[in-house]
């Protein structure tokens, strides 16, 4: 807990998307993975901080961004990554590169969401943010236990004064760097679901 303490993990995640969206916005170079993946890693302390409710997608989202770190040692590029698994045929098996950067997208997707719900809710609690958020990104894909669970955990949720202690911001500077990173990951988020898209693997499994 010590680095959250003296750092700004806001910050670092909005300048990282920020890079990733300048290299979609550029069109002449592709995304590569260890920088995505890198930007990725830096959102997972959020995940903890949010409690027992996302701790579920904390464990998965940290694990596939992992993967996603050890496979840019072979992989250049996001394309390369889904075309590697196009020709093993193994897009959708489970554990593959594939797979794992469709959830990471999605562990983006759900704390641009939250961010957005934070930005625009009144008063102290993160319960209707939150909850939005996860019914619009992961509650489609979750079993009816799943979705059960993260809703009793939603009652043990810090409140938003909470959060921002643990991010070391106050509201007007996190406002900032959550503007930032809905603007700046939203291209991104794009740019992925366009290269499944693109090959036909679809992106709602």
Not at 15 to 22: I, P
Not at 27 to 38: C, D, G, K, M, N
Not at 111 to 124: K, T
Request: hydrophobic residues 45%.
């Amino acid at each position: 807990m010590g680095d959250l303490e003296t750092e700004k993990p806001l910050k670092k995640i909005a300048e990282a998307f920020k890079e990733l969206e300048a290299t979609i916005k550029s069109q002449t170079q592709e995304v590569e993975v260890a920088p995505f993946s890198h930007a990725c890693s830096l959102v997972s302390p959020l995940f903890g901080c949010l409690g027992i409710a996302f701790k579920f997608a904390e464990m998965d989202y940290v694990a596939k961004v992992h993967d996603l770190a050890e496979a840019s040692k072979s992989i250049d590029t996001l394309q390369s990554v889904l075309d590697k698994d196009i020709e093993r045929n193994s897009v959708r098996k489970g554990g593959s590169h594939s797979r794992n950067l469709l959830r990471v997208k999605r562990g983006l997707d759900m704390v641009r969401v939250l961010f957005e719900q934070i930005m625009v809710s009144e008063g102290n609690s993160l319960k209707g943010p939150a909850s939005k958020a996860y019914a619009q990104v992961f509650a489609p894909h979750h079993g009816w236990a799943i979705r059960k669970a993260v809703a009793a955990g939603m009652y043990a949720l810090p409140t938003k004064a909470q959060l921002l202690k643990k991010l070391n911001e106050d509201e007007s500077s996190a406002i900032i760097q959550m503007q930032s990173y809905v603007a700046a990951s939203a291209p991104v988020i794009m740019y992925v679901d366009k290269l499944f898209l693109s090959r036909e693997l679809g992106i709602d499994w």
